[in-house]
């Protein structure tokens, strides 16, 4: 079972280096640097590592609990996690060559205007995260803890 700490160390550091990026990249300039794109990429495999985890290590144990009610949480988290994963797929091929590790911006307004409603989403689901995901597993635990 993953650690708590682990996640909210790594829901800390996507929200830095999301803040990072969208105050970098307001400036067109700044979108052509080294530092954004190593910055970008570092955020995207987090996310994506994230996302991962969080499906595999909470949702897949929610998922075999018998609370009918938790089952469905755990599978409307994984329905939405399918549903980022194929934005956010589909962010990173519109707006970065990962071949030559760069951005690939022809209108910076549009792209600001994805950046930032690609990461409002992140944000949100990781906030959702914490206060509906979270919660179960620990009520879970606690409740293992008071059987044994």
């Given amino acids: 079972m993953v650690a ?13 280096l999301s ?3 969208l105050y970098l990249v307001r400036e067109r300039s700044m979108c ?28 897949g144990r929610l998922i075999s609990v018998p609370d009918q009610s938790v089952k469905n949480t ?6 939405g996690s399918t549903e980022i994963k194929r934005i956010f ?6 707006w970065c060559s990962q071949k030559r590790h760069a951005l690939t911006i022809s209108d910076h307004s549009a792209f600001l205007r994805d950046t930032e409603q690609m990461f409002a989403l992140v944000m949100d689901r ?3 995260e914490t206060e ?9 635990d606690d409740s293992d803890k008071q059987v044994a």
């Fill in 19 to 21: 803040n990072v990026f």
């Fill in 74 to 79: 755990a599978n409307r988290f994984l329905s």
């Fill in 32 to 59: 052509d640097t080294d530092v954004a794109c190593d910055v970008f990429f570092d955020l995207t495999n987090r996310v994506k590592e994230h996302m991962e985890l969080v499906d595999r290590e909470i949702c």
């Fill in 132 to 140: 509906h995901l979270y919660p179960l597993i620990r009520k879970l």
């Fill in 4 to 16: 708590f700490a682990q996640l909210h160390a790594q829901n800390h550091k996507i929200t830095e």
């Fill in 126 to 128: 990781l906030q959702r």
């Fill in 89 to 94: 797929a589909s962010y990173v091929k519109e």
